[in-house]
């Protein structure tokens, strides 16, 4: 799965070893290559891609972790075309919320006073111009959304909307999420609007990840034992050692893996906490579910169901004949509770809920079980301090020891802010090794 076109191996290359093959390890792994190191990855499972991974089932395709893109996505846009990887506006985009059993449009969730709320805390509310690197707004992580939320628009929106979006794209409740991305997402909407409007790769979230895989020293199937400095030993034994070793796995495998990290690596490690969910997707029949494309279910409305989402947004991919796709995503509290029973038993509590809730199911047998993923680490929260906790660790202490964090909890939002971490921290290993190479000689 290599390909040596622009860098050829030589005997004093700097050498870099990547743990998972997610977004963010192999847009590190890219770059670093193409800055002259020689970088070898290391998968556990047999494809590449991690949360943006795409399957293959029955003739349909469908994204079984990270499920739409938009045009805020500048530099994977970038590597799109650099790749030839066609970018498409979904069929239909529109964001749908259910309340009282009712799939309503995303702007009547709440009343007119509550929407007066809000447009008064657009005018005013503190300007943050960063989306994607929450680094560059930690001295905004002073307070948890959902005390914010009550507090500046009132109750209903902060059920409806703030809670509802957390648990919709977190899976978690919003007082678990600092107000640091909470008004770095807001100011966003207000900036940048129509460049929310839901997008995707051709071929699935799998594409552009397949084609960065395609460039590098990829070994699938090869499960790493521990990372001991810069070695890195195998479940089978064998044992590399590296110029510098990057960790993509979700922080509470990573603290497994590492056997002797440093005080400050272990700390943040141990502080960096995740949602859990479930994703399931049912086939049904084509024209049965609204033309939504994702539909939010605040907590309020369902404990079990966070999200809906219509896969016949993505075309012809997701449909065949007069059959289609819809893809639901779990509250953490309900994943957690679901997470060790039967594929049949969670397909049936879901299937039940999505009855009870919705105004577009009549009966449990109109969705057919077609596909189930369990996500023990689905999503970084983003609590209060953590941003802060993450922005002081990797201006003082990344890189210790020959080794580097990498992954969305480290203040990267969704798959843009962590591919754009990647980006940073390949030009951050290459300014440490050349420092390193000078001092030494």
């Known amino acids: 799965m290599e390909d040596r076109s622009f860098a050829t191996v030589t005997d004093n290359m700097k050498r870099i070893a990547i743990i998972g093959a997610g977004i963010s390890g192999l847009t590190a792994g890219y770059e670093l290559k193409k800055l002259g190191f020689d970088v070898t990855v290391y998968e556990k499972e047999a494809l590449v891609g991690g949360r943006m991974s795409t399957r293959v089932k029955d003739g349909f395709h469908f994204d079984i972790g990270a499920d739409h893109l938009c045009n805020l996505y500048l530099h994977m846009k970038e590597y799109c075309k650099e790749f030839g990887i066609e970018w498409h506006r979904m069929q239909f985009d529109k964001y749908g919320l259910i309340k009282k059993h009712q799939t309503i449009p995303l702007a009547q969730g709440v009343n007119f006073f509550s929407k007066l709320r809000m447009t008064w805390h657009a005018l005013t509310m503190k300007t943050i111009d960063e989306l994607f690197d929450f680094n560059l707004i930690a001295d905004h992580d002073n307070e948890n959304a959902k005390h914010y939320a009550q507090r500046k628009l009132g109750k209903e929106a902060s059920i409806y909307y703030v809670d509802g979006f957390t648990s919709a794209y977190q899976f978690h409740r919003s007082d678990e999420i600092s107000i640091a991305p909470f008004l770095a997402i807001m100011n966003s909407i207000k900036r940048d609007g129509p460049l929310w409007n839901l997008h995707r790769t051709k071929g699935g979230m799998i594409a552009l990840p397949q084609q960065l895989a395609n460039r590098l020293n990829v070994k699938t199937s090869t499960t790493v034992r521990s990372v001991t400095g810069n070695t890195v030993t195998l479940e089978s034994g064998e044992s590399e050692t590296f110029d510098a070793v990057i960790m993509t796995a979700p922080a509470p495998i990573a ?69 289609s796709l819809v893809s639901i995503w779990l509250h953490e509290a309900a994943a957690l509770e679901l997470m060790k029973k039967s594929d049949e038993e969670v397909s049936r509590a879901v299937r039940d809920e999505l009855v009870r809730v919705t105004d577009w199911l009549t009966s449990a047998s109109q969705l057919e079980l077609h596909d189930l993923q369990r996500w023990d680490y689905a999503m970084p929260k983003f609590a209060t301090g953590h941003q802060k906790l993450v922005r002081d660790y990797l201006k003082n202490h990344q890189g210790k020891n020959h080794l580097y964090l990498c992954g969305d909890y ?32």
């Open 255 to 323: 603290l497994k893996l590492i056997t002797d990290p440093t005080p400050e690596t272990k700390h943040v490690l141990e502080q960096s906490k995740f949602a859990a969910t479930i994703s399931i997707t049912f086939k049904i029949q084509k024209d049965l579910a609204p033309k939504r494309g994702v539909t939010w279910v605040p907590f309020v409305e369902s404990e079990i169901v966070a999200s809906i989402s219509n896969q016949a947004m993505k075309g012809d991919d997701c449909t065949i004949g007069d059959t």
């Open 410 to 441: 480290m203040n990267a939002l969704w798959t843009e802010g962590v591919l754009r971490y990647g980006q940073r921290l390949a030009a951050r290993i290459k300014t440490d090794l050349d420092s390193s190479s000078a001092t030494q000689r």
